[in-house]
T-cell receptor, first 115, second 114 residues
Framework: AQSVTQPDIHITVSEGASLELRCNYS??????LFWYVQSPGQGLQLLLK??????LVQGIKGFEAEFKRSQSSFNLRKPSVHWSDAAEYFC?????????????FGRGTSLIVHP | DAGVTQSPTHLIKTRGQHVTLRCSPI?????VSWYQQVLGQGPQFIFQ???????GRGNFPDRFSARQFPNYSSELNVNALLLGDSALYLC?????????????FGEGSRLTVL
């Protein structure tokens, strides 16, 4: 069964510092890969996605992620964090089966931003 | 354009009761899926519907059921509520196959079971 691991439950950074959130997956083939962000009391919003091709993908709000097949990783990065980036971040992998796309989410990483 | 809308936003039930949660997808989206998010965890997949047919089911008991209507809106029903059913229930809509599973989420229905 596929699984997604986000090893960091909480990450604290200072505003203006760089950020990297880790995501590892376990699956036989390369799945579709996603990062979502959830602000308190809100639903999830897509930040970026990887299907194929260029392994460095750009997303909204200045985020980017790099797919590394050899490490089964899809880490999220941002060069300079803003206070408004404080939120919960979820990595997700999607299994395509018979036209259906069933996602598996990681447990999330809570980002805390200090002024 | 309106996003995914869910109702009610908050509700409180007691053990043994039944609950119905509703979801309206983004216009043009024919697929709806449901997720349970317990505090401190990621969303767990419950159901996926496309063109009124169930396309996937997660590891949830038969107390959980859902359906999709001709206008592509959806209902999630939970019978015989347990304390452990307390969670944020998220609905997401998506385009048909070919979109790679990109999901558009509503803000959720917060269910508290006492």
């Amino acid at each position: 069964a596929q699984s997604v691991t986000q090893p960091d439950i909480h990450i604290t950074v200072s505003e203006g510092a760089s950020l990297e959130l880790r995501c590892n997956y376990s699956y036989g083939a390369t799945p579709y890969l996603f990062w979502y962000v959830q602000s308190p009391g809100q639903g999830l919003q897509l930040l970026l996605k990887y299907f194929s091709g260029d392994t460095l993908v750009q997303g909204i709000k200045g985020f980017e992620a790099e797919f590394k097949r050899s490490q089964s990783s899809f880490n999220l990065r941002k060069p300079s964090v803003h206070w408004s980036d404080a939120a919960e971040y979820f990595c997700a992998v999607v299994l395509a089966s018979g036209g259906s796309y069933i996602p598996t989410f990681g447990r999330g990483t809570s980002l805390i931003v200090h002024p | 354009d309106a996003g995914v809308t869910q109702s009610p936003t908050h509700l409180i039930k007691t053990r043994g009761q039944h609950v119905t949660l509703r979801c309206s997808p983004i216009s043009g989206h024919k697929s709806v899926s449901w997720y349970q998010q317990v505090l401190g965890q990621g969303p767990q997949f419950i159901f996926q519907y496309y063109e009124k047919e169930e396309r996937g089911r997660g590891n949830f008991p038969d107390r959980f059921s859902a359906r999709q209507f001709p206008n592509y809106s959806s209902e999630l029903n939970v019978n015989a509520l347990l304390l452990g059913d307390s969670a944020l229930y998220l609905c997401a809509s998506s385009l048909p196959s070919g979109s790679g599973g990109e999901l558009f989420f509503g803000e959720g229905s917060r269910l508290t079971v006492l």
